[in-house]
């Protein structure tokens, strides 16, 4: 596995396969268990860092890094030094000095998980970086997927709603075609971004085409990114063609939605309490993989310290300038 | 009334006489004082001045200034000091029609004697500075005040522009006819479109009692929206918000109709694509005298190079566009389309672009790649001829805004610049005399090193 996790495309079907065994054999009972902690990462430090509101992520990795007795330290934007005008790198340069052995953070700009990574040592795990990716909720969706079918190969999906503000979307896009499944993206005109074809994907603009799928994956309408923009018509015209209720969904297919959920908008009510959705398990299975990342992340690249030479430049020169550990 | 404000008062009344300007002596621009008089002889060069059908190889005498003689290789007899060019290329010295010297208000960032140190280390004698500074100049004080920091302070002449809104607010005129009495040789809001097609029609009638050109940023501000990059493939894979192509052809389409309309002078600033050289192509069709300009950035990288780490050196606008808008944008040059290189030189703090790409500045610097990176990747390879660099880089820009037009002929004064073209280096941005770094050209294998620059018949660069 390489250094970072900062796109779904730094990790090969191999290595996706490989987090997924883990979670499954390794970690996935272990919620169940009275006593829900194993010593894996005992003595690491996890810092996770976080400048965008979030629930499920930061409480997940948070979780995941206690139950593997690592030492986690959540930043969060509001509390820190951030607000006090301190640039993402000197942050970074910062928390660095405490010799973290995994960053963990969500940004609100694209890029911002690989611009981290030239100035730390730590493995950089990106938990959202704004409209660009989201790998670790890709390989959560992907690990709920092959519990309820085995193997995806084949497998038709549907990605639905708000894709050119969606993170999770474009994570998606490329970790399920990599996985061998065929990806159809369901939105209007104007919440597709222009030439999204060419990554692979058919595009439709009606749900009628999700007749034609086994999988249904539902977006969030990020309606905060909308101010001022005229993406549709009108919010009540949206709904009454691309919010996805029961009766749209037939005998097999399973509908994921990578939470948090707008009831009403993208999901009818009945939808989101019916047996059909996925929603709490990709939630469950989120803990689970990132267990799994986190003990992979270490395992994989603890090599000898003359090998595990950093690929860039500019980190080699942070590199010289600091001294780390690896 | 000062003899200086008098000659000011001169080129001004002359154009408005609608004299042209480059017959008379050019008092508008702060001429740089720094060094004195040259006094030599450059001997061995290849001279190359393709407006004069100039190539051969050749010795120059400059004595006071001026060049007295144009000697055979050799012939040349040394009255002071003497460089040996060893076949190196003598061209006219360039001009840039589009440098950000952020003063006043960011001088961190640049003043005028790094800014034109830069311009200089770059083989320019001549700079066309931007007028969207801290104040804005919109004024006749404004710039007065800089022409005269220019001549205690600058190494190469440096040409102003005046603003055409005040503040850039795009709602009223700036002081348009103070400014061209004061020595302005354009007008643009340039940062920004004029986005109230009504003002620029105004702009237009009142720079035409003056006699001076217009520089257009061509920019629909609400198509291009929050976009940092341009729309397409590139930004759908990377979650960046696009800036569509149509957002600089929608403006400059309504910007051609509105300057033959009012039959005004009008340069256009950094075309980025395909679409822009059809309708530039139209509009002087129909008759329009139009002069424009691309950089070495839009000519030489593409959306792709954004790709890579997602390096802010590579943010700005208008954005790197496709493959097939690049290759327009060369064959436009090699055709004569585009008349005009300009580096739109746009320094940036390292602290500014030390950011994720989203939250940095739009800008690039250029004075001091623009020529190697251009002859290595345009000359050299075969795309573009090296006769119409070198006019896109002198020549031409002298003439589009009516600056003294760069000469390498007995009598003129000596504007020039001398080139290496053998020697291989890599683009090294700690060497550069600009306070900035931010450079998209960064390590790139280069030939076509500037190893003297004379402006004005001064030594304004010699590293040989």
Not at chain 2, 172 to 183: E, K, Q, T, V
Not at chain 2, 228 to 243: C, T, Y
């Amino acid at each position: 596995m390489n250094r970072h996790l900062l796109s779904i495309n730094d990790l090969s079907r191999a290595d996706i396969d490989s987090v997924l065994a883990t979670a499954r054999k390794d970690f996935l009972e272990l919620s169940q268990r009275d006593i829900k902690k194993v010593p894996t990462l005992r003595g690491r430090t996890i810092i996770d860092l976080f400048y965008e509101k979030s629930t499920r992520t930061s409480t997940s990795f948070e979780l995941a890094g206690k139950r593997l007795s690592a030492d986690v330290i959540n930043v969060k934007s509001g509390y820190s030094a951030a607000g006090k005008g301190e640039s993402l790198k000197d942050t970074v340069l910062t928390l660095n000095a405490y010799r973290p052995d995994i960053i963990v953070i969500r940004h609100p700009h694209v890029g911002a998980a690989a611009f981290i990574s030239r100035f730390t040592r730590a493995h950089v795990i990106s938990a959202g970086d704004g409209k660009g990716e989201h790998p670790t909720q890709c390989l959560l969706d992907i690990f709920s997927l092959t519990q309820a079918y085995g193997s995806l190969d084949g497998l038709k999906v549907a990605i639905v709603g708000d894709i050119l503000h969606s993170r999770v979307a474009r994570s998606n896009l490329l970790g399920f075609q990599k996985m061998g499944m065929e990806v159809t993206l369901i939105a209007p005109p104007a919440l597709l971004p222009r030439g999204v074809e060419a990554l692979g994907a058919d595009v439709s603009h009606s749900l009628a085409d999700l007749a034609n799928v086994d999988v249904i994956y539902l977006l969030r309408l990020q309606k905060e990114r909308h101010q001022g923009a005229n993406f549709m018509p009108s919010l009540r015209e949206y709904i009454d063609r691309y919010c996805v209720g029961r009766r749209h969904v037939r005998p097999g297919q399973r509908v994921l939605h990578p939470g948090p959920i707008n009831r009403g908008v993208e999901i009818e009510s009945g939808l989101a309490d019916s047996e059909e959705n996925m929603i709490l398990e990709q939630v469950e299975a989120g803990l689970a993989v990132r267990m799994a990342l986190l003990y992979r992340i270490i395992v994989d690249n603890a090599v000898p310290a003359a090998t595990s030479e950093l690929k860039d430049e500019k980190s080699q020169a942070a590199n010289e300038r600091f001294t780390f550990h690896v | 009334m000062s003899a200086s404000r008098f000659t000011f008062n001169v080129s001004w009344s002359l154009s408005l006489f609608n004299v042209k300007r480059e017959t008379i002596v050019f008092m508008g621009t702060a001429t740089q004082k720094k060094g004195t008089r040259a006094t030599l002889l450059i001997r061995g060069a290849r001279l190359f001045d393709p407006a004069r059908g100039l190539d051969r190889h050749g010795d120059v005498l400059i004595e006071k200034g001026r060049i007295s003689s144009l000697a055979p290789a050799g012939k040349g007899s040394a009255a002071g000091q003497v460089i040996e060019a060893g076949g190196m290329l003598l061209l006219p010295g360039f001009v840039d029609l589009h440098t950000h010297l952020r003063t006043p208000g960011r001088e961190d960032e640049e003043d005028i004697a790094s800014g034109t140190a830069a311009a200089a280390a770059g083989g320019y004698a001549s700079i066309c500075a931007m007028a969207n500074t801290d104040p804005v100049v919109d004024n006749a004080a404004v710039l007065s005040s800089l022409i005269e920091a220019a001549e205690a302070e600058a190494f190469v002449r440096v040409a102003f522009l005046g603003a055409i809104s005040r503040r850039l607010e795009g709602i009223h005129l700036s002081d348009m006819w103070d400014m061209a009495a004061a020595g302005a040789v354009a007008f643009s809001d340039d940062g920004r479109p004029v986005s109230d097609g009504g003002l620029l029609r105004s702009a237009f009638q009142a720079a035409k009692l003056v006699g001076l050109p217009l520089c257009l940023h061509c920019e629909d501000s609400d198509l291009a929206g929050q976009g940092v990059m341009n729309e397409g493939e590139v930004s759908a894979r990377l979650g960046l918000a696009g800036i569509p192509a149509t957002a600089e052809t929608a403006a400059l389409a309504r910007d051609l109709e509105i300057a033959a309309y009012e039959g005004g002078r009008v340069h256009i600033a950094h075309l980025s694509c395909a679409r822009s050289l059809e309708l530039l192509e139209a509009a002087r069709r129909a008759g329009a005298e139009v002069t424009c300009e691309a950089t070495p950035h839009h000519l030489l990288l593409t959306e792709n190079d954004v790709a890579g780490d997602l390096d802010a050196s590579f943010k700005m606008s208008p954005p790197l566009r496709t493959e097939s808008d690049r290759r327009a944008l060369v064959e436009a040059l090699a055709a004569g389309a585009i008349n005009c290189i300009a580096t739109d030189h746009a320094p940036h703090a390292v602290q500014e672009k030390e950011t994720p790409f989203e939250e940095a500045p739009f800008g690039v610097v250029g004075l001091e790649t623009a020529f190697p990176v251009l002859y290595s990747g345009l000359a050299e390879t075969g795309e573009a001829p090296l006769e119409k660099l070198v006019l896109a880089m002198s020549t031409s820009p002298a003439r589009a805004i009516g600056l003294p037009e760069p000469k390498i002929a007995v009598g003129e004064e000596a504007n020039l610049c001398l080139v290496d073209i053998k020697e291989e280096f890599e683009i090294d941005p700690e060497s550069f005399r600009s306070k900035s770094r931010n450079t998209p050209f960064a390590g790139r294998r280069v030939k076509g090193r500037v190893v003297l620059t004379v402006s004005g018949g001064r030594v304004a660069h010699n590293v040989i």
